[in-house]
């Protein structure tokens, strides 16, 4: 059974930083592209940033040059800097597969919340 832990948000002041982490459960991390998502009080979740297995990035048009993604194959973690942050950047933050999050589901997420 696949599992997503993700963690490592909260309050921030605009121009703040944050790491997010997304430990990945149940075998399926190094089979995979990985990605994140986010889900702002009122819209939909969107995709944030993608990685392959070989680990070439690929970003949002709203947050690229600030945020960066990256994988920990090794150990089955998934990571997400966020930098610059804006307050249009507060929402839920998820870890999942892209293309099977219907299979997947996803966990309970990190919020991150920008605010002066």
């Known amino acids: 059974q696949v599992h997503f832990v993700e963690s490592g948000g909260g309050l921030v002041q605009p121009g703040g930083s944050l790491r997010l982490s997304c430990a990945v459960s149940g075998n399926i991390f190094s089979s995979y592209a990985m990605g994140w998502y986010r889900q702002a009080p009122g819209k939909q979740r969107a995709m944030v940033a993608g990685?392959?297995?070989?680990?070439?990035?690929n970003y949002a048009d709203f947050v690229k040059g600030r945020f960066t993604i990256s994988r920990d194959n090794a150990n089955n973690i998934l990571y997400l800097r966020l930098n610059n942050l804006k307050p249009e950047d507060t929402a839920v933050y998820y870890c999942?597969?892209?293309?099977?999050?219907?299979?997947?589901?996803w966990g309970q997420g990190t919020q991150v919340t920008v605010a002066s």
């Open positions: 999942n597969v892209p293309g099977k999050t219907g299979s997947y589901g």
């Open positions: 990685i392959t297995i070989g680990g070439t990035p």
